[in-house]
């Protein structure tokens, strides 16, 4: 599975949902219908969330990295060189990094994550000093 094409489909998809919330929610109080269309949205992206925000569930995801389960380690890999954007994406790829950092990564696994982390470093550094 390419997970990389999946997380990007993924990050689309909530921002379509996150999206939709948010322009419901600008006439819900208009009537009784526009209140049902926004509520309907509200449920549609709270219960997808999960299931799109992290290949496998979110929910345990980081859990599941510290035990060593090797496909949600990839994907936790994959999420970070990709770095997805949609809502809360940032938190989550925050704390991805150290816990990629304290499980066991293959040694293909530890190229790409001292690769990402060499990438992450120069451009925090970058944003540093443009300030």
Same mark, same amino acid.
Request: hydrophobic share 35%; proline share 3%.
């Given at each position: 599975m390419n997970y990389r094409q999946v997380i990007e489909g993924n990050a689309q998809t909530l921002r379509q949902l996150h999206a939709r919330l948010h322009e419901t929610c600008l006439e819900r109080d /208009?009537?009784? @219908?526009?209140?049902?269309?926004?509520?309907?949205?509200?449920? *549609?992206?709270?219960?997808?969330?999960?299931?799109?925000?992290f290949p496998g569930g979110f929910q345990g995801a980081y859990?599941?990295?510290? /035990?060593?389960? @090797?496909e949600t380690i990839e994907v936790a890999l994959c999420?970070? *060189?990709v770095r997805p954007y949609f809502f809360r994406s940032g938190y989550i790829f925050v704390r991805l990094i150290p816990k990629l950092g304290r499980t066991t990564l293959t040694e293909s696994q530890s190229d790409r994550f001292d690769i990402f982390k060499?990438?992450?470093?120069l451009w925090r550094q970058k944003r540093k000093e443009s300030r």
């Open positions: /208009t009537s009784p @219908e526009k209140r049902e269309l926004w509520s309907q949205a509200c449920a *549609e992206f709270h219960d997808r969330y999960d299931e799109l925000a859990e599941r990295i510290l /035990t060593g389960d @090797e999420f970070v *060189e060499k990438r992450l470093a």
